[in-house]
């Protein structure tokens, strides 16, 4: 495709449900990031995978949270047992090589846990 | 703490007017971005800027550096009411961990028809 792709766009879930993010980055781009942004805040780095590695998860909240790449491809956020306070806009991004590069955002998806 | 710290917070001015935002960090960079983001979409990467470059252009818009004040400045010249949105600067840092963005909490510009 022509751009990073994300879905759901939006997903509504009950507190303590089990939820999937899925992401599908620029063809050829061996890095893919995930960030949060809640309400009017800018983006908190969550993870970096390069190629099917994450050498930095140091920005997942907590334990509930996990992610995988596969076919250096791919990359599924999951959030286990959520909260109200997951709530927010889910960001993905991918970049040619995680140096002098831009990276390029997908829409996200919009997590509202009731 | 945030790295990246823009200001004014929001900003509404007149189409055709020159809009400048700020930005400012706290640990040595490599690269400083500027990226866009109109409501309910992702990031659009509007300009790059290295450590050892003082500015660069554009189209309208125009990318100031001052590694020694650790801050920069994006100016939007003859805007227009489709420049509507937050603009947020990332910062790239030097050394370890220097594969990740680091945002701040943007600036809103609105320009009003």
């Known amino acids: 495709g022509a751009g990073v792709s994300q879905s759901p766009s939006n997903k509504v879930t009950e507190k303590g449900k089990d939820v999937e993010l899925r992401c599908d980055p620029i063809?050829?781009?061996?890095?893919l990031y995930w960030y949060r942004q809640s309400l009017g805040q800018g983006l908190e780095f969550l993870i970096y995978?390069?190629?099917?590695?994450?050498?930095?998860k140091s920005g997942l909240p907590s334990d509930r949270f996990s992610a995988e790449r596969t076919g250096g491809s791919v990359s599924t956020l999951t959030i286990q047992r959520t909260q109200q306070e997951d709530s927010a806009v889910y960001l993905c991004?991918?970049?040619?090589?995680?140096?002098?590069?831009?990276?390029?955002f997908g829409d996200g998806t919009r997590l509202s846990i009731l | 703490s945030q790295q990246g710290e823009e200001d004014p917070q929001a900003l509404s001015i007149q189409e055709g007017e020159n809009a400048t935002m700020n930005c400012s960090y706290k640990?040595?960079?490599?690269?400083l971005q500027w990226y866009r983001q109109n409501s309910g979409r992702g990031l659009v990467h509007l300009i790059l800027?290295?450590?050892?470059?003082r500015e660069k252009h554009s189209g309208r818009l125009r990318v100031t550096l001052d590694t020694s004040k650790k801050s920069s400045s994006l100016l939007i010249t003859a805007s227009r009411a489709a420049d509507t949105a937050s603009y947020f600067c990332a910062t790239r840092h030097s050394g370890g961990s220097n594969y990740k963005l680091t945002f701040g909490k943007g600036t809103l510009l609105t320009v009003n028809p």
């Open positions: 800027i290295r450590s050892n470059e």
């Open positions: 063809s050829g781009h061996t890095a």
């Open positions: 640990t040595s960079i490599n690269n």
């Open positions: 991004a991918s970049s040619l090589a995680p140096t002098n590069q831009p990276q390029h």
């Open positions: 995978f390069q190629g099917n590695s994450a050498p930095d």
